[in-house]
């Protein structure tokens, strides 16, 4: 949760309390810890590192050096004013850019030189107890309104041929092998421009890690997962930037990086929906950094955190008088929390056993989308059917009062995540959705028994009651207040 350098902590640490955080987000920038050219300051790394420790939380650090969203503004004031040496990216005439150049040699020099004193400094204060889990490197890379650089370095190097690396993950548009025009027509730019960025950070990236071995990580803002097959750049996303459909140019020319991740700010169910799916890959972890902090985007932490994500980031969960809206809320008071508190309070107890069974491949999750239609979620041996705007008693089809949506689904809001933590049983997380679970196709079964409880600190179910009769007749109603719940199901001999 990004919070604003300067914040006083009473405010960082009510609004991380508040929202049940167990890691929180914070930026480091370049200008903060290099003020001057080789004199370092890494005090407020130390608060940082210190306050969290107090909390009980984790951190994520992340580097804002050449780049935070595209732009140079969080370098130092020494590399702003001497453009000789630290260059912008040049357009087709010549003209400079706002966003500096990926084959800027004393950027990429100086850049490395404060990641790797700053990665030196966390090892130093935190390689035993390991407060600090993993580094973001530069943020939202990419260039707005220009497609490439277009100066002398980057010019000759567009003409040469496609690095073979790159051939091997990147799959040529035209030839085999030659100049990235040859390889890779109308999207020769925009691929060149996201090699010559990964490159980059992958440098810096590399150097930081032979310092102190931690898991590092991109994001980005992303482009329009629905557009099918994608479209060359058309000034309509930032050129350069990890998005999905360069993730392979990443992966091959910045190795030392684990993670390309999503930045969600745009709320259409479908566009969510295909980035998570995008996102997800064998060699590529699901990790959503950041998530707009508006209301109707908490349902889509179930999602998520069903998907197997290793977290998710609603962004500016502090008490700052800020607000990024409209991509965010409009509030900075705990209103804001309130919507993402109620989901992680139901995870934060399980959250141990949640990962396991995620990395077992165990979990799915779904939010419900902006058509209001069903969806299902497949199980080894059972399906989950789930629905919305449903009562908790009766079915829609009887038609009357049971066909009136509930007054409190106005707006998509319903989420669901479940863990199938045996054969036929399953742990339910989620609030304002239908759950009906049926065998697979072919098979026959039933329900058994649905307990609503919790898990204690030493990770044991605690039932608090058992649901039955009309609680079930129509399926597992989730109310408006998210619950949990353990069914066990059974299959007749």
Known sequence: ??????????????????????TVLMPVAWEQVEPEEGRFDFSFVDTLVREARQQGKRLVILWFGTWKNTSAQSTPAWVKLAPKRFPAMLDADGKP?????????????????????????????DAQQRTVLMVQVENEVGTYGLVRDYGPAAQAAFAQPVP??????????????GTWRDVYGDY???????????????????????????????????????????????????????????????????PALDIVAPDLYNAESAQVEANLRLFTRPDNPLWVPEISNKAIYARYLYAILGKGALGVVPFGIDYFDYSNYPLGSTASDRSMVEPFERVYRMFRPV???????????????????????????????????????????GESSWGGDFAKPPAHTEQPGGGVAIAQIADDEFIVIGQTTRVRFEPAPGTNGLMLRAEQGRFDAQGRW???????????????NLPVEPVMLKVRMGRPR
């Open 1 to 22: 949760m990004p919070a604003v350098d300067g914040l006083p902590a009473d405010k960082r640490e009510a609004a991380a309390r508040d929202v049940q955080a167990n």
């Open 97 to 125: 850019s706002y966003c500096l150049s990926p084959f800027g040699e004393e950027t990429l020099k100086a850049d490395k030189r404060a990641f790797v004193a700053l990665m030196g400094h966390l090892k130093k204060i």
């Open 164 to 177: 073979p690396a790159v051939l091997a993950r990147q799959a040529p548009k035209l030839a085999a092998t």
């Open 188 to 254: 020769a730019d925009e691929y060149f421009h996201a090699w010559a960025i990964a490159r980059y950070i992958g440098d810096i990236a590399a150097a930081g890690r032979a310092v102190y071995d931690l898991p590092l990580y991109v994001n980005n803002a992303l482009r329009n997962p629905l557009e099918q097959p994608p479209k060359p750049w058309n000034k309509n996303f930032a050129s350069g930037g990890p998005t999905w459909d360069v993730i392979d140019i990443y992966k091959a020319a910045a």
């Open 351 to 393: 959250q141990r056993q949640w990962a396991q069974w995620a990395f077992d491949g165990r979990t799915r999750g779904a939010a419900e989308g902006d058509d209001r239609k069903p969806q299902t979620l497949a199980f080894p041996g059972w399906v989950a059917q789930l629905s919305w705007r449903e009562w908790r008693f």
């Open 462 to 476: 605690v039932m608090e009651r058992v649901w039955n009769g009309d609680q079930v007749d129509y399926g597992l």
